[in-house]
């Protein structure tokens, strides 16, 4: 018996916090799209030379290698037992090929929580947000500042500022989102796998619907 949850909702919406938390608590893989492309693009991979120019722009990395990246990461033994998708599928072809990687391990998405906010509200948590480099651990100015400012409370690295957090990236990747990625909320609906999530209430309170959605689900 597997569990893969797909984690939909626009940039800034706080997937990626949820999906760590989700992850530490159930003990399944935390599976970040965008966090294995910045892998690559600091490993100065061929993949993350050809990811950095669509993440720069805020546009999405071309399909057939977005897929074949999640392939090789869903393979691998920690995700055996299933994982949080955070980030993928972002478009109904990477949806469609999601479903069919999964059966051939015979596995499916069991359940698909749909985390929304107002616009207003993603751009301002997003491009306030501060990131740690050596490990990817999130911090907002306003919000969830470190201790001590620039500086990663966990590791001790220094912080700092995607580019694609910058605000004028941040609008064109919410219009991404909304042209690309909303479909596949109407594609989980139907398949009866969505639950929707109140992404403007704090992190604990927007973990606490999410384990009660999910339990509902399984
Ligand atoms: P994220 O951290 O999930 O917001 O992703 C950062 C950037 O990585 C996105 O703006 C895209 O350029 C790229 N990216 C991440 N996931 C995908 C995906 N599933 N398909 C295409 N591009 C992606």
Known sequence: MTIFIVLLGPPGVGKG?????????TKLAHVSSGDLFRENLKN?????????SYMDK???VPDDVTI????D????????AGAILDGFPRTPAQAEALEKMLSEFGSEVNAVPNITAAESVLVERTSGRWTCRESGHIYH????????????DVDASE???RDDDKVETV?????????QTMPLVDYYRQAGKLVEIDGTQAVEQVTEKLVAALKSKN
């Open 17 to 25: 916090t949820q999906a760590k938390i989700l992850s530490e608590t």
């Open 44 to 52: 100065q991979t061929e993949l993350g030379k050809l990811a950095k």
């Open 58 to 60: 805020g546009e999405l």
């Open 68 to 71: 074949s990246m999640i392939r």
């Open 73 to 80: 990461r869903i393979a691998r033994p920690d995700c055996e």
């Open 141 to 152: 100015q306003t919000f969830s500042p470190p201790k001590q400012a620039g500086i990663c």
């Open 159 to 161: 912080l700092y500022q």
């Open 171 to 179: 609008t064109k990747r919410i219009r991404v989102y909304l042209d």
